[in-house]
């Protein structure tokens, strides 16, 4: 019997390991370690070096640039963004904890039992950190259908950072255009000889092929390695009978940006030390779940308006979002902008370990 099982070894299952050292501990991924990448690992610098990640970081960046079709508005971050390296920050952060870890697709859970490709496996706490299928909760039985998590699509490539043209290497970069997607976002994150460049769709659409090529062609180069899955824009229930989701699997991926990278991991840490504060004193399965279950509605505005934003600024014309794009990017509002875009998951928020 072990005391936690965590399903999924990506940002959301590690940041839950790292808080249960001494602790018996089973993480299970149908992956290697690190092999699983999904995302453009863009990400704000002060999370990076919260979590003493540093050696992962390939690029630093100091602003933000949003291209539409009649202008570019540059924001100047108060804080660095970065671009790092999957593989070396869930293997520094899988170094410090010490977990069992095994590699098998999970199937479903029944009670306490977890069931995998290689078997089943008990654990007094079960943790879905499976990203968006939600490998563990979506099966679960339950009296009240879950809450719907609405899911967006990305698609990415790599472009040597030789071929690319027009760009500010310094920047990480978005474009809202519709020539490019109409109903969605392009993006080219420069990271060390590489460009990561990507299109996501606010919808289900599937069809990017055509709109990753009609982006890469804007900066002079050709898609290869194209690669895609789906990322969540609104926040679902974070626990799903005795199980705790966090990351992707409960929704997390902050609407309109597409950002999860850092909810996964302070929701995750949060999941943690909650569970190891219930193990240090006793406390029972439900007392936890109903504690983290607290914690994450406690925050559940913050991404209901980043929910509707996607909803309204991408039914509004071109002219209306360049004209908010602009008045958001002057100095007057910029710091306030950037403020409480970083308060919606500040680590430092969580409390003392
Ligand atoms: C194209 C694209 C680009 C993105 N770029 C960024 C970005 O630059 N910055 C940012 O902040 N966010 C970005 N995101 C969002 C970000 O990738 C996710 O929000 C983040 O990865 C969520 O982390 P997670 O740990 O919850 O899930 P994931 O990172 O998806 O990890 C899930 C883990 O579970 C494992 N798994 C899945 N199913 C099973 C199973 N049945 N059995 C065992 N293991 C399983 C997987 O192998 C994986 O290791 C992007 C998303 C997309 C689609």
Redesign the pocket.
Same mark, same amino acid.
């Given at each position: 019997m072990y005391d936690v099982i965590i399903?999924?070894?990506?940002?959301?299952?590690l940041a839950v390991a790292s808080q249960l050292n001494g602790y018996r501990v089973l993480l299970? %991924?149908?992956?290697p370690l690190g092999t699983?990448q999904?995302?453009? =690992?863009?990400?704000t610098f002060p999370l990076i070096e919260y979590w003493g990640l540093q050696d992962a970081v390939l690029q630093i960046h100091d602003r933000l640039i949003l291209h539409t079709p009649g202008a570019a508005f540059s924001f100047p971050s108060p804080y660095p963004w970065c671009t790092f390296d999957y593989e070396v920050l869930c293997n520094s952060m899988y170094d410090r904890t010490s977990v069992d870890f095994i590699e098998?697709? #999970?199937k479903g859970v029944d009670g306490n039992r977890v069931m995998t490709s290689r078997g089943s496996y008990k654990g007094k706490f079960i943790i879905d950190?499976?990203?968006?299928?939600g490998?563990l909760s979506t099966g679960v039985k339950r009296e009240e259908p879950r809450a719907p998590m609405g899911l967006n699509f990305?698609?990415?490539c790599m472009l040597p950072t030789a071929q690319v043209s027009g760009i500010d290497r310094s920047a990480l970069h978005f474009w809202y255009d519709r020539e490019i997607l109409p109903g969605g976002v392009g993006w080219a994150?420069p990271r060390d000889g590489v460009v990561s460049v990507?299109v996501?769709s606010y919808g289900r659409s599937r069809a990017l092929h055509e709109p990753i090529s009609r982006m890469t062609g804007r900066l002079g180069g050709k898609p290869t390695g194209v690669h895609?899955?789906?990322?969540p824009y609104r926040l679902s229930d974070p626990i799903v009978e005795n199980v705790f989701t #966090?990351? %992707?699997?409960a929704g997390m =991926?902050i609407a309109l940006t597409?950002?999860?990278?850092?909810p996964?991991m302070f929701f995750g840490e949060a999941c943690g030390r909650i569970i190891r504060r219930g193990l240090e004193n006793g406390l029972t399965l439900d007392e936890c779940l109903g504690e983290y279950s607290d914690f994450v509605r406690s925050r559940r505005k913050f991404f209901n308006v980043f929910t509707a934003a996607q909803v309204i600024l991408t039914r509004l014309p071109v002219r209306v979002v360049e004209w908010i794009a602009g008045t958001l990017s002057q100095e007057r509002w910029r710091p306030w902008l950037f403020e409480t875009y970083w308060g919606l998951t500040d680590p430092w928020e969580i409390g003392p370990a």
């Open positions: 399903a999924g070894a990506s940002f959301a299952g299970l %991924d149908r992956k699983g999904t995302s453009a =690992c863009g990400t098998t697709t #999970v950190a499976t990203g968006w299928r490998a990305g698609m990415e994150f990507g996501g895609g899955t789906y990322f #966090v990351g %992707d699997a =991926c597409g950002e999860g990278i850092r996964a």
